[in-house]
């Protein structure tokens, strides 16, 4: 059973596209990749799928010149289906295992541009840096997430309360019957998390066991590629790394609170192979003096945090009956979730062709510290993005960052329904997904 997925538009946007580039589509292991593939397959009069690590034979059909022609012929003879351009879907699967293919993708495109590409594999930044001619320019990438709060409340059959969600504004707000009802999903959501294995089981069963067992397998096959990070660092310093990031979740993270008493330059090379995997989302320290972010951040004040929040909690070894028995409003409070599950969200609301970046804004004085969870880019400006747990706290560090940058524009994500508060603008935690929708025409 195939469950829709956002990025199932950003594909069907791409087939259709006048000016198309052969595609790879990115993301951690177990996203959904293939699958997503295969199901938008779909589409196509045909399907032609390599599988480089199930069949490492193929790797020889990229190993002589780059021809295209010479390669769609041996794909041809081998696989013993016909490759048409305009009608076939070609699709490169774990192509992380041949490095020449990546480089071939270039070729594709400009010898052969009718002909649909698609290209996912994990681990992919690892081989980048080997590969002398990756194309820039010829190549359109897409990344993909777990499941969004509204990808997994359709899933279980709640589109119409999502429908509502995407149609409700601040002056048209949800029914607070429908805001508590999305309330009471959130937090499903957050337990299950969006790895699709995750959900898919969740679905099939509604059995927060089967859900656990999932993350437990899930967890097993992503600590085993440690090994396969760099050569260099052991598996070791990768995993306790990983633990440090769990542990640390939530403030700024100290590369050297290791059990293995690790070096700063020791401890930070395994932190890095693990956001290059993408298991774990980095949050730079921005000064939020303006835009672009990116260009304004503190390297060496960051925060990281796990890619699920369902794997956060497996990892914590939290009891998830005492979890369930909990209201949304004491639930939410475990662990940091609150920021943790609108950071991903924030995340995953980016556009698809986009390799996504999140930011926050820190200050320590001598009188007094602030800090504000998240910024992000609304309209030319900075927008800075306060997360509460619940329906009430004071929102002193948003104001000092406002006042200080001359912000006027503030955003308040909580338990609290769609409003406005003293000029700030106050999202529903499971709906700040759609932020931009909601703030399109507010300055």
Not at 23 to 50: C, H, I, P
Not at 223 to 231: H, I, L, M, R, T
Request: proline share 3%; aromatic share 8%.
């Amino acid at each position: 059973m195939y469950i829709p997925r956002n990025i199932d538009l950003a594909l069907l946007e791409w087939k259709n596209d006048r000016f198309r580039k052969p595609m790879l589509l990115r993301g951690a292991r177990q996203t959904g990749k293939t699958t997503a593939v295969r199901n938008f397959a779909k589409q196509f009069e045909s399907f032609v799928e390599l599988n480089f690590e199930k069949d490492r034979r193929l790797s020889g059909i990229f190993e002589d010149d780059l021809d295209v022609c010479r390669i769609i012929r041996q794909i041809e003879g081998i696989l013993q289906k016909k490759v048409v351009p305009g009608k076939t879907l070609l699709f490169l699967d774990e192509i992380q295992m041949c490095p020449r293919a990546i480089s071939a993708l270039r070729y594709f495109y400009e010898d052969m541009p009718e002909l649909h590409v698609v290209a996912t594999g994990s681990l992919l930044e690892f081989v980048f840096g080997k590969i002398k001619d990756f194309g820039v320019g010829r190549i359109r990438n897409a990344f993909i997430h777990p499941f969004s709060f509204a990808e997994f409340a359709e899933a279980i059959g709640d589109g119409i309360l999502v429908e509502h969600m995407r149609e409700a504004t601040f002056d048209r707000p949800l029914s607070e019957l429908e805001h508590s009802l999305l309330l009471d999903r959130m937090k499903t959501y957050v337990i299950v998390g969006g790895m699709p294995a995750a959900v898919g089981a969740y679905v099939q069963t509604q059995s927060y066991l089967a859900v656990a067992r999932m993350h437990e397998d899930i967890m097993t096959s992503l600590k085993a590629d440690f090994g396969k990070y760099d050569d260099k660092v052991p598996s070791e310093r990768v995993r306790n790394a990983f633990a440090s990031v769990i542990t640390q979740t939530g403030g700024k993270f100290i590369y050297t609170n290791s059990d293995l008493e690790l070096s700063y330059r020791q401890a930070k090379e395994a932190t890095d192979l693990l956001e290059l995997s993408k298991l774990i989302v980095k949050i730079m320290s921005c000064h939020a003096n303006g835009i672009p972010l990116g260009g304004d951040v503190n390297p060496k004040s960051n925060k990281f945090m796990l890619l699920d929040t369902g794997l956060y909690l497996h990892e914590c070894d939290l009891d998830i009956a005492d979890l369930i028995a909990q209201t949304p409003a004491d639930f939410i409070n475990k662990g940091k979730l609150a920021e943790m599950l609108v950071g991903l969200e924030l995340l995953k609301a980016s556009d698809a062709f986009t390799d996504g970046s999140l930011f926050y804004w820190h200050r320590e004085a001598a009188s007094s510290t602030a800090e504000v969870d998240y910024l992000v880019q609304h309209n030319g400006s900075v927008l800075p993005v306060e997360v509460k747990a619940g329906t009430r706290g004071a929102m002193k560090s948003l104001h000092i960052l406002m006042k200080e940058k001359g912000i006027r524009l503030g955003l308040r994500t909580s338990q609290e329904n769609l409003g406005v508060m003293d000029g700030i603008r106050l999202i529903p935690h499971y709906m700040i997904g759609e932020w931009k929708r909601l703030l399109a025409d507010v300055h």
